[in-house]
């Protein structure tokens, strides 16, 4: 491109006209058209209303000419400025636009995903030029506009009761449907059931209650029991996360290497060195990738989501669950200081995201210090952070909640007389992880107890 030459829209508003002529004419069209374009998608704003009101009016029932949807425009300026009911009979005047409405459909798609890819790059090249945007912030942008054009279709699939019955069917003969934990985490396993492809679970609570480590451990159990798992960390960098899951994997229920040893380097033992050197083998056959990023746009998760699908691919593994860690550091693709409608876009994004590339998503969640305030601080619902878009569009949430973190905080003095009782209370829960499944939406929700092994960083099922 020529320094300074601007960049004209691709359009095609003949098109747009013949293909509106065309479904007034023969109704078939509108159906086929209302499958593939949006209103949004013409880039004549009177063709985009008109469009609408085709589709408005057929929902009706009736036959849809241009008589029928004048009502609709009656008071149109952009419609009365072209003639009005003269202009629609204009459009209804060539037959050939019957010839031409199939391929009128697919450029006017594939035009308004150019243009929209080239706002999105123009937006990122705006940015680009400023010095107030990180560079991430520019890819963010950039990778969102790509990912508009990309050749995954629109999302909609459309087929018979028949046909989905027979998938139904078929899915029975597949090895495995859904993603658990392999046994590492059974309790939560059973009161959860396997995260689905198509499924956005979140595992929330607050801080101090061991997410990372639940994450994480479940991460090493699913992947161990070989399915596919993709760990994007926006908290923790990719070290911490591996001594974390090499103090998981050493670790066998009884005894293992602290993490705080594997952390800063400070074996008791040659033993227990050798104990670390030796993971590698269990870590070089898992199906385990690890994504770390200190900021991340849902465009550019998508992105890495599509790339890695592929990647595994390649490598003889099927990428079955993505993990996030967690969910309200992930920005939407546009600059907003309203935190709800962000953390909404993120939601539905990731939900997307689990559909677009038939995986589960366990993405993790904080929750709102209001917890704190109550007697009873036993997650609800009602205390996710910052959206209910989350709980929306999510098909399970489960909270995480230990006893022993809120006992600790509340220890007494020795020489106070509760001492005892806070000591017996203490015994009773200590190492005991809650796992509360406050919805389910093909499921009944319910609880259930695990352990949380502190010292190593681990989470397993309840001790049978």
């Known amino acids: 491109m020529i320094e300074g030459q601007k960049i004209e829209p691709v359009r095609n508003v003949d098109a747009e006209a013949a293909l509106i ?28 209303r008109i469009f609408s009101a085709l589709i408005k009016e057929a929902a009706t029932g009736r036959t849809v000419t241009s008589v029928t949807i004048k ?34 459909i697919e450029q006017i798609a594939t035009m308004s995903k150019r243009r929209k890819l080239i706002d999105g790059l123009t937006n990122a090249a705006m940015l680009a030029a400023s010095m107030d945007a990180t560079n991430e912030e520019v890819v963010g942008i950039a990778d969102a506009a790509l990912s508009s054009i990309s050749d995954h279709g629109d999302g909609v699939v459309q087929v018979s009761a028949h046909q989905a019955f027979g998938e139904m069917l078929a899915a029975y003969d597949e090895p495995r449907y859904g993603v658990t934990s392999g046994g590492q985490i059974d309790s939560l396993d059973e009161v959860l059931g396997p995260i689905r492809p198509h ?8 801080p101090g209650m061991g997410k990372t480590s639940a994450a994480l451990s479940y991460a090493l159990g699913a992947a161990a029991a070989g399915h596919g798992v993709l760990f994007v960390s926006l908290e923790m960098n990719r070290l911490e996360l591996m001594q974390r899951a090499t103090s998981d994997v050493i670790f066998d229920g009884q005894s293992g290497i602290p993490y705080e040893a594997i952390r800063d380097g400070r074996f008791t033992s040659d033993n227990a060195k050798r104990r670390v050197y030796e993971a590698d083998r269990v870590f070089r056959n898992l199906p385990l990738h690890l994504i770390d990023a200190s900021s991340l746009t849902i465009g550019r998760l998508n992105m890495i989501v599509r790339r890695y699908k592929r990647r595994m691919e390649a490598m003889g593994q099927k990428l079955e669950l993505v993990m996030v860690d967690y969910l309200q550091l992930l920005r939407p693709d546009f600059r907003t200081d309203n935190m709800n409608l962000a953390v909404s876009e993120v939601s539905r994004g990731l939900k997307a995201i689990a559909k677009q590339y038939d995986v589960g998503v366990l993405a993790l969640a904080q929750l709102n210090r209001s917890v704190e305030s109550r ?30 973190y809120y006992l600790r905080q509340g220890k007494p003095p020795e020489t106070d007389g509760k001492f005892i009782d806070w000591q017996m209370a203490m015994d009773k829960v200590a190492g005991q992880i809650d796992f509360i499944v406050a919805k389910r939406r093909n499921g009944p929700s319910g609880s259930a107890t695990g352990r949380f092994f502190g010292a190593y960083q681990a989470v397993r099922g309840a001790v049978q």
């Open 375 to 404: 007697p009873d601080k036993r997650p609800m619902l009602s205390d996710l952070r910052d959206s209910g878009q989350i709980e929306q569009d999510a098909d399970a949430v489960v909270f995480l909640y230990r006893d022993e």
């Open 21 to 48: 002529g065309a479904m007034m004419m023969d109704n078939r069209w509108i159906d086929r058209a209302a499958d593939k374009l949006e209103p949004g998608d013409f880039f004549e704003a009177l063709h985009g």
């Open 71 to 104: 009502p609709y425009f009656d008071e149109d300026p952009a419609m009365i400025e072209l003639g009005g009911m003269r202009y629609l009979a204009v459009l209804t005047q060539d037959s050939a636009s019957l010839l031409t409405a199939s391929a009128a």
């Open 199 to 206: 499924h956005l679970d979140i595992l929330a609570g607050r």
